[in-house]
């Protein structure tokens, strides 16, 4: 039997490969309004149909509307609480308060934005498919890599 791995939270036995992933296991991509860490990604364990991973958002913070040409986006509130604005078919955009438990689908395409209003971090698990839209947000001005484990 392994021991806990220390910095993984006491109790837990893991082994790190390609099918347990936590975010400190991964770099992240860093920005002015967060961090992305991708546990699911071709790079990281051979994905080839679907990407994902944690989004961070501190107190105040969010991404600013945008889309992601071709693809599809699940968003799934892990916790905290903010607005989600999604644009309907027409263009029109709906904002909505969502807190932990909420899942958000993003249609293909479509523009959104997520900004957290709550007292403390928010915290999201995204998944995009097909594989892609997150090597587009290495092209922002403010990307930067965060080390792994940060």
């Known amino acids: 039997m392994r021991a806990p791995e220390k910095g993984h939270g006491g109790g837990r036995f893991v082994e790190k490969n390609k099918y347990f992933i936590y975010p400190q296991d991964v770099s992240a991509f860093g920005f002015d309004w967060g961090k992305l860490s991708l546990t699911v990604a071709p790079e ?12 961070e958002l501190p107190c105040g913070e969010g991404h600013s509307r945008h889309n992601h040409p071709g693809a599809e986006e699940i968003i799934f509130v892990i916790s905290g609480e903010g607005e989600q604005m999604v644009e309907d078919e027409n263009g029109n955009p709906m904002t ?20 957290n209003t709550g007292g403390g971090p928010m915290l999201l698990f995204v998944v995009y498919s097909p594989v892609g839209p997150e090597l587009a947000l290495r092209d922002l001005p403010d990307f930067r890599l965060l080390p792994q484990g940060l």
């Open 44 to 55: 990281v364990n051979g994905s080839s149909r679907f990407s994902g991973g944690v989004v």
């Open 96 to 115: 909505r308060r969502v807190a932990s438990g909420c899942t958000i689908y993003i249609p293909e395409s479509r523009f959104h934005s997520t900004k």
